[in-house]
T-cell receptor, first 109, second 115 residues
């Protein structure tokens, strides 16, 4: 089955700086890679996703890149703001969605 | 107009008891899920149903029994609760399944505490 590893587990950045979270996956059959954001005490919510036929996708301050050959994908958040503080999960789907262990992002004002 | 709703939000119970969590979605999705989020925030899939049919059962003890009376509802019954069952249980739904799941819509979660 799919195994998703996510790094770092915690990330502290100064407001306005960029944040990068990296994930690797094991199953070359995986073809869908979403990212979820979970604020404290709330439900996870999709913030961006990418499919295997696309190398990069951007939505305002967030972007995701995918390297299928190396089996890794990354989330980039630019110009971080306090409301970006949350736990971020990457995931990869072969026949089911497998989540990484999460990255707790803290944006310091 | 809640898309995925689950009840109750909080359960506190003694070891050995039985409890149920109910979930309903009004999105018209075909697939529903139960996820368990432990104290380390790890999200792990437990079950998935597609049009009332069980399609994923992830090595979950048989004390956990899901039931889908129709494609808009997925309930979870837990027998003989153990301390290790303490977690937040999330219900979720998606339009498709496998190879095209698309966005998962999560409920607010049900926090289960076993004493």
């Amino acid at each position: 089955g799919e195994n998703v590893e996510q790094h770092p587990s915690t990330l502290s950045v100064q407001e306005g700086d960029s944040a990068v979270i990296k994930c690797t996956y094991s199953d070359s059959a995986s073809n869908y890679f979403p990212w979820y954001k979970q604020e404290l005490g709330k439900r996870p919510q999709l913030i961006i996703d990418i499919r295997s036929n696309v190398g990069e996708k951007k939505d305002q301050r967030i972007a995701v890149t995918l390297n299928k050959t190396a089996k890794h994908f990354s989330l980039h958040i630019t110009e971080t703001q306090p409301e970006d503080s949350a736990v971020y999960f990457c995931a990869a789907e072969d026949y089911k969605l497998s989540f990484g262990a999460g990255t707790t992002v803290t944006v310091r004002a | 107009d809640t898309a995925v709703s689950q009840t109750p939000k909080y359960l506190v119970t003694q070891m050995g008891n039985d409890k149920s969590i109910k979930c309903e979605q009004n999105l018209g999705h075909d697939t529903m899920y139960w996820y368990k989020q432990d104290s380390k925030k790890f999200l792990k899939i437990m079950f998935s149903y597609n049009n009332k049919e069980l399609i994923i059962n992830e090595t979950v003890p048989n004390r956990f029994s899901p039931k889908s009376p129709d494609k808009a509802h997925l309930n979870l019954h837990i027998n003989s609760l153990e301390l290790g069952d303490s977690a937040v249980y999330f219900c979720a739904s998606s339009l498709g399944f496998s190879g095209g799941t698309g966005e998962l819509f999560f409920g607010e979660g049900s926090r289960l505490t076993v004493l």
